[in-house]
């Protein structure tokens, strides 16, 4: 194929970025979106408009378990569900305006070249091992089950549809043979065990190169938060061989004769597929990919991608012995959610990338509210009420108005003419103002720190607007021209500054609506960041375009028209949760644990005895709490228990409910009410000191505690509906999902609704705020 010569500059700035590639298997929504792609157009705008050499790329990862699942579902080859996906994914980012270099993929020969080769080169080096592993086999379908392909009980939380490799409900990572009740995903057979030989990536061999490095990175490049404690959580909890082969066909091959019906494991593969996609892009891919001395490498990703990129990607090339241009900054962000819940393709629920476009809302005010709302530090919540909000009163009444006023102000009393100025004290303390806030917007974003960017943007745009209400030309043109004319010079100035320092996060679709009204062309050369504001960005005598309108208002009947027609119809709100057609709702209840003992059977499990009055009795419940406190820590406490699930045997002991934990960031605290209590997790104690560890469990404070089997209700409601129906627990998973932990350390519903047992808050115990309840 032929590539291009995109080449580094040796006497510039070289920066390499790349978005987590996003898998093709499905369509994105507001949140992928947000995550990589367009998080990593911003920063390469930037970058470009500051005349630095630029090098982004992406594309679509199309190896894997879930594409030869996808296929199957529906009667076509691997190859065939790529191309309609790749196509689709294409088709999205172009009408977000997303500026890739190249979009690309990974199914190509190149992946299988430079892959193959990045092995070889770890295999002769001595960083691969070959072990043997009891894998799942289904008879049925004669095939090793790759962990997609199985699902089961999980035996951690009790829910019976996880996966292979991770459970939806409680977020931990499984191994297959860790499920109850395991079965085959494409026939339903229960498989069985057989010994399959597999390659590993030996990571405790490359543990101390790859600390040294990791310490060095991520202090150089200033890595986020989210991405330093995902990678320091692997490092503490042990590197271990990680599996780098797999029993599939559709994915790149394994070179060696006895592993020749094997592809490699798509995390292994994955990454290689930057440098892939690069190659299929210019000749010159070397020059950026094994060029540490003049190539600086961002990285953009959501948060469950970070340990495949500072952990296994950079072992695997510090294994090669080669000189590679290595991670420099990595961006993480958490998870956008939506309305009251999650993104849901299969319920209908939120909106997705090809559905922005079927509501006649312009790209650009979709780029600023995922942006001004991206989840840097937490999980953030798309809502409609704010989208509409923050379009009317951010975009439309201060930018819009700001630039609109200048441009029919300068064709209706200047003939469209630039006029000549004077400068006073007041215009020169606002010129001052606008670029210092440059300045900072300047450092801001070269930190990579793009939410706070587009809040100094929009404070330079607000300053524009201060600086009009202040000198009132509209005033000023009746009794003193001249004066206005100097005014509307600094405000057209300001409005030429706002096109490029607002085009990263708006993109080019927008820049280009006020470069039409400043009668500029928009080309590369025109729309460079300056590094000072000055009064030379549209000079006197220069003509103006005519004034148009950049926004449009949404009503608060739009707003809601189109709350619903993303709401997936079949959702109303009952009780303590949104409710579908099987009324998911939770019937959660006051219990006091009295027994408690090891399961037998599995080291995660305790099997607790909880009292829940005259109402229920005593219960057994099984718990997946066994890593996280003690039998001591347990026995007495004060719990709230879901006593509507379906009895479900775990390990072979029935649990007749499940009693309610706050988890965040691996922290684990058991839900109350009342007076706060004290959790101890892993030795770390939340609350109280040592002494008062007995007492705490008996609940700290003065307040009457509800009765056993209190009903737990929304600020005294009454439920709308009983007796309550019995729950699986993927129904539960599906209930339990606007529950939140709020500031106060509460518990919420809909991130507003307190939690009530009687008279009493339930909480968190001193969970952190957002934790999700399980």
């Known amino acids: 194929m032929e590539t291009r010569q995109h080449v580094v500059n040796p006497s510039s700035k070289n920066v390499l970025i790349t978005s987590a590639l996003p898998y093709v298997n499905n369509v994105p929504h507001l949140g992928n979106l947000v995550g990589c792609v367009l998080s990593a157009d911003v920063y390469a705008r930037f970058v470009r408009q500051r005349k630095e050499n630029v090098l982004y790329v992406c594309g679509t990862d199309e190896y894997g378990t879930a594409t030869e699942t996808k296929a199957l579902s529906e009667g076509v080859s691997p190859r065939e569900i790529c191309d309609k996906f790749f196509k689709l994914h294409k088709d999205i980012y172009d009408w977000f305006d997303i500026r890739f270099d190249y979009f690309g993929r990974t199914s190509t020969p190149l992946q299988t070249e430079i892959c193959q080769q990045i092995f070889w080169d770890i295999f002769h080096n001595g960083y691969v091992v070959e072990e043997s592993l009891e894998q799942l086999f289904c008879e049925s379908c004669d095939r090793f089950l790759a962990d997609r392909y199985i699902t089961g009980t999980c035996p951690m939380c009790g829910f019976e549809d996880a996966r292979g490799d991770q459970c939806d409900n409680c977020g931990r990572l499984l191994n297959p043979t860790d499920l109850l009740s395991a079965r085959c995903s494409l026939c339903k057979s229960a498989p069985v065990l057989r010994k399959s030989d597999h390659l590993f990536l030996d990571l405790p061999a490359l543990k101390d190169e790859l600390e040294k490095w990791i310490e060095a990175s991520s202090v150089k490049g200033d890595w986020s938060y989210n991405a330093i404690h995902s990678t320091h959580k692997w490092l503490t909890e042990g590197l271990k061989k990680r599996c780098i082969t797999r029993d599939l066909k559709w994915g790149t ?14 995390w292994f593969d994955a990454p290689i597929g930057y440098l892939s996609i690069t ?17 600086t490498l961002v990285q953009f990703m959501g948060k469950d991608n970070v340990p495949f990129h500072t952990v296994i990607f950079p072992a695997t090339l510090i294994g090669t012995k080669r000189k590679w241009t290595m991670l420099h900054h990595i961006s993480v962000t958490d998870y956008l959610n939506y309305e009251d819940g999650k993104f849901s393709k299969s319920r209908g629920i939120g909106v997705f990338g090809n559905d922005a476009k079927d509501t006649g809302i312009a790209t650009e005010v979709w780029r600023y509210y995922l942006l001004v709302n991206r989840p840097e530090n937490a999980d953030t919540v798309f809502s409609w009420d704010d989208f509409a909000a923050k379009n009317n009163n951010e975009l439309l009444a201060n930018l819009g108005n700001f630039v609109n006023r200048t441009i029919a102000f300068l064709n209706s009393y200047f003939e469209a003419r630039v006029p000549e100025y004077e400068l006073q004290e007041l215009d020169k303390r606002y010129i001052q103002q606008v670029d210092d806030e440059l300045q900072n917007y300047l450092q801001t974003m070269e930190k ?14 607000r300053l524009g607007n201060v600086y009009l209400q202040e000198t009132s030309p509209w005033k000023l043109i009746k009794s003193d021209k001249k004066r206005a004319a100097t005014v509307l010079l600094v405000a057209v100035n300001i409005c030429r500054l706002l096109a490029v320092i607002l085009e990263p996060f708006m993109g080019a679709v927008f820049s280009r609506k006020i470069f039409a009204q400043l009668n500029i062309p928009h080309t590369d050369e025109t729309n460079y960041i300056p590094d000072n504001f000055h009064l030379h960005l549209v000079e006197p005598g220069h003509v103006v375009g005519k004034p148009f309108l950049l926004f449009s208002k949404i009503t608060t009947e739009q707003a809601s028209q189109l709350r619903e027609k993303f709401a997936g119809g079949q959702l ?16 959660m209840r ?27 009795g005593v ?7 066994r890593n996280y406190f003690t039998k001591d820590d347990l026995l007495n406490r004060i719990v709230i228990v879901v006593c509507n699930l379906k009895p479900v045997c775990l390990a072979g002991v029935e649990s007749q409910g499940m009693i309610l934990t706050a988890e965040k960031k691996g922290r684990l605290h058991l839900l109350s009410c009342g007076g706060r209590q004290c959790d101890i997790h892993n030795d770390h104690t939340v609350g109280v000191a040592k002494e008062q560890q007995d007492d705490a469990k008996n609940v700290v404070g003065t307040a009457e505690l509800p009765e056993l089997g209190t009903l737990v209700k929304i600020n005294h409601a009454t439920l709308s509906k009983t007796p309550f129906p019995l729950l699986d627990r993927k129904a539960f998973q599906n209930a339990s999902k606007l529950l939140r932990i709020d500031a106060q350390g509460d518990v919420v519903y809909n991130n507003k609704y307190k939690l009530m047992a009687g008279t009493q808050v339930v909480h968190g115990s001193g969970a952190q705020e957002n934790a999700k309840i399980r």
């Not at 091959?253 to 798509?266: A, H, N, R, S």
Request: one cysteine or more; proline letters at 4%; glycine letters at 6%.
């Open 448 to 461: 990579v720190s793009l939410k706070n960017g587009l809040r100094i943007a929009m404070t330079i745009s």
């Open 619 to 625: 219960k057994q419940v099984v718990a997946g709490i």
């Open 279 to 295: 190659a299929n892009y210019t000749s010159a891919w070397k020059d950026w990919w094994q060029n540490p001395e003049n190539v």
């Open 253 to 266: 091959p394994v070179p060696l004769e006895k592993y020749k019906d094997k592809v490699f494991y798509v």
């Open 590 to 616: 006051v219990g006091r644990i009295v027994q408690v003992e090891q399961h037998p059977d599995s080291s995660h499990l305790y099997i607790c005895q909880v009292d829940l009055g005259e109402w229920g």
């Open 572 to 587: 109303k709100e009952t009780g303590l949760v949104q409710a579908n057609e099987e009324e998911e709702i939770l019937e």
